[in-house]
């Protein structure tokens, strides 16, 4: 059997973009030529896993990422993984649990998704910041030395922040009316958000990196490559539409009013990541945090106007 390279979550946000890129990689990297790609999806039947199945080299497994154990890495013969957890409460013991299957297994190298670099410290008050923060301190032990990982960190996803502004879009075209536009961010504060198909590109390059070495215990910032402001993005709307926005709110978290009511998770738990917004703030999510080994790997091309564009184009 081939070494493989494991996608958990492969049909995700990031995770599609790892698996496409691995793909196109195959066929031009001698370091990950002859490996086989995995992609773990809870259900193979969904439009973009039978998408991936066709791709060269992967090979799509519904299996719950979560339910991966030390045997089946080794069966498998896994030597490098990316994995993208979701923010729950239950994230630390199903992250640590895969992370500790792949120290036992003897994977070589694990990529991660992280979140926004200024929130991931132990006294954050958003939950998920602070889980991971543990997490990347777990692997910083010397019990996981044996295991190379990088983590990213990122800002806001594009699709997320403007995702607002491309549903007041759709109304407007289909009903000539509005509904107030709701953006996470303030105002007035450049926040360089990313496309998270080009988080998995960069995520990629790293796995197929011949020494994941000079990676190893790295955290790396990846921001995209332009700023935008909650103004500037009413500016769009207002382009698309061809008429004055009525009605605007600015750091809105009204859907995580939604998240909280909806549960099953603890209301106090979902409504603390209303903490995690307050970074945004901070002046620290512009494209010049971006990490220098990002930009010289897999620079983010994708702008705001471009995320937008693409997502009123389906």
Same mark, same amino acid.
């Not at 992609?39 to 973009?48: D, E, I, P, W, Y």
């Not at 069966?75 to 120290?103: D, G, K, W």
């Given at each position: ?24 990689? #195959? ?24 998408? #991936? ?7 799509? /497994? ?24 979701? $923010? ?65 960190? $990122? ?56 020494? $994941? ?27 698309? /539409? ?26 106090? /738990? /979902? ?23 990002? #930009? ?19």
């Amino acid at each position: 059997m081939a070494p493989t390279i494991l996608i958990a979550g492969a049909t995700g946000n990031t995770g599609r973009g790892v698996v496409e890129t691995l793909s196109k990689l #195959l066929e031009t990297s001698s370091v990950i030529s002859g490996h086989r790609i995995i992609a773990l999806t809870r259900s193979s039947s969904g439009a973009v896993a039978q998408k #991936l199945a066709k791709l060269p080299g992967v090979e799509v /497994i519904e299996k719950n990422w979560i339910e991966v154990s030390a045997d089946w890495l080794r069966e498998n013969q896994v030597v490098r993984a990316f994995v993208a957890s979701q $923010p729950q409460s239950s994230q630390f013991t199903e992250e640590s649990t895969f992370l500790i299957a792949a120290l036992y297994a003897g994977v070589e190298y694990v990529v991660r998704i992280s979140t926004n670099a200024p929130n991931v410290r132990p006294d954050c008050l958003a939950f998920y910041p602070r889980t991971h923060w543990a997490l990347e301190t777990l692997l910083s032990t010397p019990e996981f030395e044996r295991l190379k990982w990088t983590s990213l960190q $990122p800002t806001a996803f594009a699709e997320f922040y403007l995702g607002t502004a491309a549903e007041l879009i759709n109304q407007y075209r289909k009903t000539g009316k509005q509904d107030t536009l709701r953006i996470i961010g303030p105002a007035d504060v450049p926040i360089a958000v990313i496309d998270p198909f080009e988080i998995g590109v960069f995520a990629a390059t790293l796995l197929a990196q011949k020494d $994941p070495s000079p990676h190893n215990k790295a955290r790396y910032v990846i921001h995209g490559p332009e700023d935008v402001t909650g103004n500037q993005v009413v500016k769009m709307v207002e382009q698309y /539409i061809g008429t004055k926005v009525e009605n605007v709110v600015f750091n809105d978290t009204s859907f995580i009013d939604a998240w909280a009511e909806a549960g099953p998770e603890p209301k106090n /738990i /979902i409504l603390s990541i209303k903490h995690a917004l307050e970074s945004l703030e901070k002046r620290v999510s512009s494209a010049s945090y971006t990490s220098k080994q990002v #930009l010289e790997l897999a620079a983010p091309k994708c702008t705001p106007a471009e995320a937008l564009k693409r997502m009123l184009e389906g």
